[in-house]
């Protein structure tokens, strides 16, 4: 059983992006209207039939959903992901420009919400029911509770009416043509994308380290005078990493294709405002392979997390 084990988990991860590209082959397509009526506008009702069939043919419009569909899948598995009407550009190029910057927004985010979750999350847990305490959940609940539009704009207006500060609304600088302007660029949504994280990491946090210290090997290191920091960070929290690498794992998981709202209001080139645009013009190539690259990013960060659980905790490793 064990032999076959990393054999089940590959399978699944291609049921998994098979099923993500079923879905949402057929949710694109029961949104109103189709790809000639979104790139023309009013002027498709001016189309005669004949015009429209030879766009339809242009467009693959023409053939039957199933073959659409496995057309499409079998252009992927060739690394053809489909072109760009709206930008004259392949899915593949576009990608290779916007995904860098989801990623880098992604792992600043992450970084923060960590420095931010995990140190509340001791403070919480070091003593229950205290003032502590409540700070530390009063901070989670607010970042669970704010949407992440009303922080953004609330930040970006207070930032650039009261301190001047807006480098969002330069043209976007990758890391390697400004280092300077794009750390700027990425403080203000790396900021908000980390505070709401930051919630369930602390919470995760305290719910494990609480679980943790009250184990008979704790009772047992503190009776043997065990100093209370090396207690804290050798024996409770490398306990606990585990549901604390979890969370970390789906969060981040979760930026790389939920962070449209936050990439559209400070204008970052991400993959997820990618797939906005796609569905505001009917771009049925690009939000389809964008969508399945975001899949496939997904369950390599699941993978990934269950390899760190080996890392972390010998137990997984012995079963």
Do not use: C
Request: aromatic share 8%; charged share 15%.
């Amino acid at each position: 059983m064990t032999r076959n084990r990393p054999l089940r988990r590959v399978l699944a991860a291609l049921a998994t992006l098979f099923g993500v590209a079923v879905v949402v082959f057929i949710m694109l397509r029961a949104i109103p209207g189709d790809q000639i009526t979104a790139g023309l506008g009013t002027e498709a009702a001016a189309l005669t039939p004949a015009q429209r069939a030879a766009l339809e043919a242009y467009y693959g419009l023409d053939q039957p959903l199933i073959v659409q569909f496995f057309t499409w899948l079998g252009n992927v598995l060739t690394g053809n992901l489909g072109y760009s009407s709206r930008s004259q550009e392949s899915v593949l190029a576009l990608t290779a420009a916007s995904l860098p910057v989801t990623l880098e927004l992604a792992v600043l985010s992450i970084a923060l919400a960590l420095v931010i979750g995990v140190p509340l999350g001791l403070l919480a847990a070091s003593k229950p029911d205290a003032p502590r305490d409540g700070f530390a959940q009063t901070v989670g609940l607010a970042g669970l509770s704010i949407p992440a539009f009303l922080l953004a704009t609330s930040l970006l207006t207070l930032m650039s009416a009261s301190f001047g500060f807006n480098p969002n609304g330069e043209a976007y600088a990758y890391f390697f043509q400004d280092p300077w302007l794009n750390l700027q660029q990425m403080l203000l949504p790396s900021i908000v994308l980390g505070f709401g994280i930051a919630a369930p990491i602390m919470r995760t946090t305290r719910t494990a380290v609480l679980e943790v210290r009250s184990n008979d090997f704790i009772r047992t290191a503190r009776a043997k005078g065990v100093p209370p920091r090396r207690l804290q960070v050798k024996h409770v929290l490398r306990n606990a990493l585990l549901p604390i690498v979890t969370m970390t794992g789906l969060q981040f998981g979760y930026l790389l294709g939920g962070a449209v709202v936050v990439e559209q209001i400070f204008s970052l080139p991400g993959i997820g405002r990618q797939v906005l645009l796609g569905i505001q013009q009917k771009e049925y190539a690009l939000v389809q392979s964008t969508v399945l690259i975001i899949a496939l990013l997904f369950v390599l960060v699941n993978l990934l997390t269950d390899a760190l659980y080996r890392i972390i905790d010998p137990r997984v490793r012995a079963a």
